[in-house]
T-cell receptor
Framework: GNSVTQMEGPVTLSEEAFLTINCTYT??????LFWYVQYPGEGLQLLLKATKADDKGSNKGFEATYRKETTSFHLEKGSVQVSDSAVYFC???????????FGSGTKLNVKP | EAGVAQSPRYKIIEKRQSVAFWCNPISGHATLYWYQQILGQGPKLLIQFQNNGVVDDSQLPKDRFSAERLKGVDSTLKIQPAKLEDSAVYLC??????????FGSGTQLSVL
C-alpha cells in the first residue's frame, strides 16, 4: 500500500540555519510527491511538488528532490527564517490520482 | 480568490451528542474532501466528492459519520453520536486538479 514516513518533531533551529526534514515513502507505481505547510491558525497549503523521479520541486527557498532509488523526498532550505515556523507535511498521491496520503507532520520552530 | 470556508472554527460537545460542520469550497472546484486530523497525525481522508457524487468513503465510520454535498457546492459533515476519539481537527479541502488541494482552516472538535 501507499504510506509516508517523516521525521518526528519538533525541530528547533536558529534563524539562518540549514534545514532538512526527512521524508520517505512506500508506494506502488509512480506516485507524485508533495510538501504541504500549515502555518499557525491556517489551513494546509501546497509548498512544492515533484511528479517524477529526479524532479526537484522548489518554492520560497525550499527544495526537495524526488529520489526513486531511496524512495525519499527530503525537504531542505539553506537559511531558515522565523516566518518559516510551521508544521510541514510530506504527502504522495498514487499514479491513479485517487487519494492523498499524508505523513504525520514535522513542526519547525525557528528562533531569532 | 476566496479560499475554502469552514465553520464553526471550534466546537466543544459532550460524548453522545451530535455535531455538524459546514464547508464552502472554492468556486468552480468540482472535488471536495473531508479529512480528519488527530493531534500528532497527518490528515486522514474521510470522504471525497466529485460534484455531488461520492468517489471514496472507505475510511468514513458510517455508523456515526455522514456527509452530503447537495447541488455539488457546499458540504456538511455530521457526527451522531460523537465519541471521545472523534476529538480532532476536521479539514475541508477542494481542488480543480487532483494534484493540488486547497484547504480550509478547519474545525477543531473537542468531545468531553
Amino acid at each position: 500500500g501507499n504510506s509516508v514516513t517523516q521525521m518526528e518533531g519538533p525541530v528547533t533551529l536558529s534563524e539562518e540555519a540549514f534545514l532538512t526534514i526527512n521524508c520517505t515513502y512506500t508506494a506502488t507505481g509512480y506516485p507524485s510527491l508533495f510538501w504541504y505547510v500549515q502555518y499557525p491558525g491556517e489551513g494546509l497549503q501546497l509548498l512544492l511538488k515533484a511528479t517524477k523521479a529526479d524532479d526537484k520541486g522548489s518554492n520560497k527557498g525550499f527544495e526537495a528532490t524526488y529520489r526513486k532509488e531511496t524512495t525519499s523526498f527530503h525537504l531542505e532550505k539553506g537559511s531558515v527564517q522565523v516566518s518559516d515556523s510551521a508544521v510541514y507535511f510530506c504527502a504522495l498521491i498514487g499514479d491513479n490520482f485517487n487519494k492523498f496520503y499524508f505523513g504525520s507532520g514535522t513542526k519547525l520552530n525557528v528562533k531569532p | 480568490e476566496a479560499g475554502v470556508a469552514q465553520s464553526p472554527r471550534y466546537k466543544i460537545i459532550e460524548k453522545r451528542q451530535s455535531v455538524a460542520f459546514w464547508c464552502n469550497p472554492i468556486s468552480g472546484h468540482a472535488t471536495l474532501y473531508w479529512y480528519q486530523q488527530i493531534l500528532g497525525q497527518g490528515p486522514k481522508l474521510l470522504i471525497q466528492f466529485q460534484n455531488n457524487g461520492v468517489v471514496d468513503d472507505s475510511q468514513l465510520p458510517k455508523d456515526r459519520f455522514s456527509a452530503e454535498r447537495l447541488k455539488g457546492v457546499d458540504s456538511t459533515l455530521k457526527i451522531q453520536p460523537a465519541k471521545l476519539e472523534d476529538s480532532a481537527v476536521y479539514l475541508c479541502a477542494s481542488s480543480l486538479t487532483q494534484e493540488k488541494l486547497f484547504f480550509g482552516s478547519g474545525t477543531q472538535l473537542s468531545v468531553l
